[in-house]
């Protein structure tokens, strides 16, 4: 039904594509796997018609059309549901979803037949939102389903979902595959970009993954295994995370949970939207322990990190590092009292992307590399920069490359070797993870997890925060779970599981 | 710098250089005279003899001051519009130190006084707008601009009411510290402006290449001007950064008032600045930013405007502001840092956060860098 076969695209020296291909039949739900930077939502951009190819064809039902733009690929019946939403706040969601394809009358808006094309379109696929309601105001998951429902309002038959599932609880998982199993089973074909291989497991039917931009494989799910995914995926064998879930493979200290080494007491922070993003939330960290947190995004995590980190104020409450009270200190001084932090985006806060790897190696501990006058020590750095690179494997090797030539992997290793690597004398005691393996390739995410456990074994608090919640069960002692801005439970780490978490994530339960 | 490097640095300047070339050509044409004559002309009146290379050495001098003063600020992510104030409020604090002074001090000794006076009312002026922008997140291209209306008003009304020579519009002569202009030294230079304020000019440009790329503080600063987010996560107090910024920047401008008062007329002079303040926005975009880049901007402006009344017999003076024009907005569009500063509303380190790229989008990889996994 769908086929794509040679398709070149490049973005300036940038190959995204290299001869990839896709083979997608009729009625089915297709995953299209690779790790990030492999090319996927390249080669579905160029499907859907946003990118033209450099070189290739594309054929639906038969027809070519290589070349096509979104409103032809709309027209045909082929639509994308974007990662990031495309969805004006303000807007009610019937406003919303027949923006652009307004129902007329004359020249006003006919709204109650609007709306009743969508309560239509709603009861025919089971994708239920309340439709007055301003977009601003849904949950993350009623806001993709209008994303959804949008694109099938506009009639797609093939509908490409790009990492739909990156902003979603896990009854909200649940709730998405029911969906796209019914669109299935009404002769809907659906594509889903995705490097989760649990979800690739789950849901899909056939499989195509991808790796540096080309097709590596294609394999029937009901025939394969995670593992041989992975595989295909890195091109070598990998240890995958979810094998040690809950597995006796990992040694988890039975850690006192009083006189932490990271203390936080009844703290509350606000965030630009809301004054309680965290609403009086008391945890300890001890020497040897990972205490992770689950939650959906968006729950007051990243308010809680930078508020450890120092970025953010304070509204009331208190941080103690080892005793001591660091809850008015500055960032550069919490660093010097051991205080790593891993911040959750990289791009924007971890890396200064046109800065070299040496000196994003130093960002943060510069006045530990200063000389007279102000004057930074520009051999200090370069050794610096020579030992971490080493130390970290971070490739190309080359300290001298601007951050931003490097792949989110290796960026990652940057900021860890920087956090953790005791370069400028400082040896750190308490680390903030915050979604560490974000963006990164399944290699790096050993590495990462490698990293973690070592700092764990050699004494060191660690506050893991990750929307991944494979991650927070395979590396946590115990397990808080953020809800409103509260930790609405903590459970240990052995007898955490999905099922058990998934609840407090949704706020369905509370403690 | 490598060649990549080198060419991502040159190429937007000198695209915009042939575009305004261009549109040169066109005017130059349309006026009925040949654009060969024409830009021989100019050559001839600026590089072709000792005056015109003076004159043009004069201006470029004002220019590195003033292009410095932007290029500083844009360094730290900001858009300092209020250089011609800036350059005025440093000329009139030279000068009423001068008249304050007693007369027969040697140059060298009272220097450092005119450098710290004129440094200071800069500094001041440059200052205010980033400390409002620092503690209240008012955008300093509003703050510039506005603030150039009031000291420029202010130091027309302090002239006139107080300072001026009847029937003139400037201040009584200096009484100590003038410095010699170039003529002192080289006959064929005479009648032109150019001094010693020169040296001082590529002293600065040095210093602030030392600062920005060799010392600490000017590693954060460029910190902020790149990624804000990151610099706070850094450790640096990017509030702290930008009105330091702002009131070095402005010190820079404010230095460059010495040119006139202590190099040229040895007094103030309403008006003197004529425009440097801004056309040194122009100078640091074509320098993209860079020190040395800035003072080949200077000269290659300096050329124009002084080209500008070579060629006045053929066509208006005026062509060259055109050209100046065409220039500023080519370099505009192109240079990264300015789209940066101009689309930054943001408030003082926080507010919400703004739409992102599809991750994919954002860092694209050169081919032989695509994403390897470590073996």
């Not at chain 1, 959750?344 to 006045?367: F, M, T, V």
């Not at chain 2, 590195?64 to 500083?72: D, E, I, K, M, W």
């Amino acid at each position: 039904m769908i086929r794509l076969t040679g398709i070149d695209k490049s973005f300036g020296p940038v190959r995204a594509n290299r001869g990839a291909s896709l083979d997608v039949a009729a009625g089915e739900i297709h995953a299209l796997v690779g790790e990030n930077g492999a090319g996927k939502s390249t080669l579905m951009r160029i499907l859907s018609g946003m990118f033209q190819p450099d070189a290739g064809r594309i054929e639906v039902n038969d027809r070519d059309v290589t070349g096509w733009h979104t409103a032809d690929a709309i027209a045909a019946g082929v639509g994308m549901v974007h990662q990031h939403f495309m969805l004006v706040p303000t807007l009610t969601v019937t406003e919303n979803v027949t923006l652009g394809a307004e129902v007329r009358r004359g020249m006003r808006l006919d709204r109650l037949r609007a709306e009743g094309e969508m309560r239509a379109l709603m009861q025919r696929t089971g994708l239920e939102v309340p439709t007055t309601r301003r977009v601003a105001d849904l949950t993350v998951g009623e806001a993709q389903r209008v994303e959804i429902l949008k694109t099938l309002y506009r009639g797609a038959r093939v509908l490409i979902l790009d990492e739909p599932t990156a902003v979603l609880s896990p009854p909200e998982v649940s709730e998405l595959w029911r969906v796209l199993r019914r669109l299935r089973d009404e002769g809907g074909t659906i594509v889903l970009i995705t490097h989760k291989l649990d979800e690739v497991m789950a849901i899909s039917d056939t499989i195509t993954v991808m790796r540096q931009g080309e097709t590596v494989g294609r394999l029937k799910t009901a025939e394969t295994s995670p593992q041989e995914i992975a595989r295909e995926m890195v091109g070598r064998d990998v240890t995958l995370a979810t094998a040690q879930a809950g597995g006796s493979s990992v040694q988890r200290s039975t850690a006192p949970t009083s006189s932490g080494l990271l203390d936080v007491r009844d703290l509350r922070v606000a965030s630009a939207r809301r004054d309680n993003a965290v609403d009086g939330i008391s945890f300890a960290v001890a020497p040897g322990e990972i205490f992770g947190i689950a939650g959906v995004e968006g729950n007051g995590q990243t308010e809680l990190i930078e508020a450890i980190a120092g970025i953010r104020q304070v509204t009331s409450g208190s941080i103690l590092l080892d005793g001591q009270d660091i809850t008015r200190t500055t960032v550069r001084q919490r660093g010097d009292l051991g205080l790593s932090h891993i911040p959750e985006d990289r791009h924007e806060r971890g890396l200064i992307l046109e800065y070299s790897i040496a000196d994003n190696l130093i960002l943060g501990q510069q006045h530990h590399f200063t000389k007279k006058l102000g004057a930074l020590d520009g051999e200090h750095v370069a050794t610096n920069a020579r030992d971490m690179i080493a130390k970290y494997d971070i490739r190309p090797a080359d300290p001298a490359l601007p951050a931003r030539a490097l792949s989110g992997g290796n960026q990652q290793k940057i900021v860890i070797a920087r956090e953790m690597g005791g370069g400028g004398a400082r040896e750190f005691r308490v680390l903030l993870a915050a979604q560490p393996t974000r963006g990164v390739d399944v290699g790096a995410i050993e590495f990462i997890h490698a990293q973690l456990r070592a700092a764990r074994a050699a004494g060191k608090a660690v506050l893991l925060v990750s929307a991944d919640l494979t991650e927070v069960l395979a590396l946590s002692d115990r397990i808080g779970v953020m809800y409103g801005g509260r930790i609405v439970t903590t459970i240990a780490g052995a007898q955490a599981s999905a099922e058990k978490l998934g609840p407090y994530m949704t706020g369905a339960a509370a403690a | 710098m490598n060649r990549a490097k080198l060419e991502e640095a040159l190429l937007p300047p000198v695209v915009a250089l042939l575009v305004a070339v261009i549109v040169g050509d066109v005017l130059i044409i349309s006026f009925g005279q040949s654009p060969a004559a024409v830009y021989r002309q100019l050559l001839e009146g600026t590089w072709g003899n000792a005056y015109g290379l003076g004159q043009v050495l004069y201006k470029a001098t004002t220019l590195t001051f003033t292009g410095l003063s932007v290029a500083y600020a844009l360094r730290a992510g900001l858009f300092n519009i209020g250089a011609e104030s800036q350059l005025a409020a440093g000329g009139f604090a030279a000068a009423f130190v001068g008249l304050a002074l007693p007369a027969g001090i040697p140059a060298l000794i009272v220097l450092p006084v005119y450098v710290l006076a004129a440094g200071l009312a800069g500094g001041i002026v440059g200052g205010i707008p980033g400390a409002l922008k620092a503690k209240f997140g008012a955008h300093e291209v509003i703050t510039t601009i506005m603030l150039n209306f009031i000291v420029l008003a202010l130091l027309n009304y302090l002239i006139s009411a107080r300072f001026k020579v009847h029937d003139t519009l400037h201040t009584a002569e200096i009484r100590s510290g003038a410095l010699p202009r170039l003529a002192d030294f080289s006959g064929p230079f005479h009648g032109s402006a150019a001094n010693l304020v020169l040296l001082l000019a590529l002293v600065l440009a040095a210093v602030v290449w030392w600062f920005l790329f060799r010392t600490r503080p000017g590693f954060e600063l460029r910190a902020v001007g790149l990624q804000p987010e990151a610099a706070e996560y850094g450790g640096v107090s990017v509030g702290g950064v930008w009105w330091r910024a702002m009131a070095v920047s402005g010190a820079i401008a404010g230095i460059g008032g010495l040119n006139y008062v202590l190099g040229y007329k040895h007094y103030y002079e309403e008006g003197f600045g004529a425009g440097a303040g801004f056309l040194g926005i122009a100078v640091a975009l074509v320098g993209r930013n860079h020190p040395v880049g800035v003072v080949i901007a200077a000269i290659l402006f300096g050329t124009l405007s002084q080209g500008g009344l070579a060629v006045n017999a053929l066509v208006p003076k005026q062509m060259v502001d055109v050209l100046q024009a065409v220039v500023i907005i080519a370099m505009a569009t192109a240079v990264p840092e300015v789209r940066r500063a101009l689309l930054s509303v943001r408030g003082a380190g926080r507010g919400a956060r703004g739409a992102k790229p599809p991750q994919d989008a954002r860092v694209p990889l050169p081919a032989s860098r695509v994403p390897r996994v470590p073996q």
